[in-house]
């Protein structure tokens, strides 16, 4: 399972930006979205379910962020909006087939493979 994440870039406080994440290979997955600031450790940001039935976000995105996906081009999307400075970090989009996700979407051991990340930067 390859996962080739893209869209990030530099933003100002108030923009938009869609990260997207191609799968290749095992693809019937769920899907989750990660972030990272130097000097701390990655963090959940949003999952979807394989089906697409369900959701779950970070309180502090809640609103502002939306997951979704595609199946069809095995595509997984975060729509960020309203970004924010503290939105700064390299996203990660991470793949899990773990029979528990829906109860353990937040954690990093959770997701089997992960992308190579990709650079947000949100100025203010």
């Known amino acids: 399972v390859q996962l080739q994440a893209s869209g990030g870039g530099l933003a100002q406080t108030g923009d938009s930006l869609r990260l997207s994440c191609v799968a290749s290979?095992?693809?019937?997955?769920?899907y989750g979205w990660f972030r990272q600031v130097p000097g701390k450790e990655r963090g959940f940001v949003a999952g979807?379910?394989?089906?697409?039935?369900?959701?779950y976000y970070i309180e502090s995105v809640k609103g502002r962020f939306t997951i979704s996906r595609d199946n069809a081009k095995n595509t997984v999307y975060l729509q960020m909006n309203s970004l924010k400075p503290e939105d700064t970090a390299i996203y990660y989009c991470?793949?899990?087939?773990?029979?528990?996700?829906?109860?353990?979407?937040?954690?990093?051991?959770?997701?089997?493979?992960w992308g190579q990340g990709t650079l947000v930067t949100v100025s203010s």
């Open positions: 290979g095992r693809t019937f997955s769920n």
């Open positions: 979807i379910t394989w089906s697409g039935s369900r959701t």
């Open positions: 991470a793949s899990s087939i773990h029979a528990a996700f829906t109860g353990r979407y937040g954690y990093t051991e959770t997701y089997d493979y």
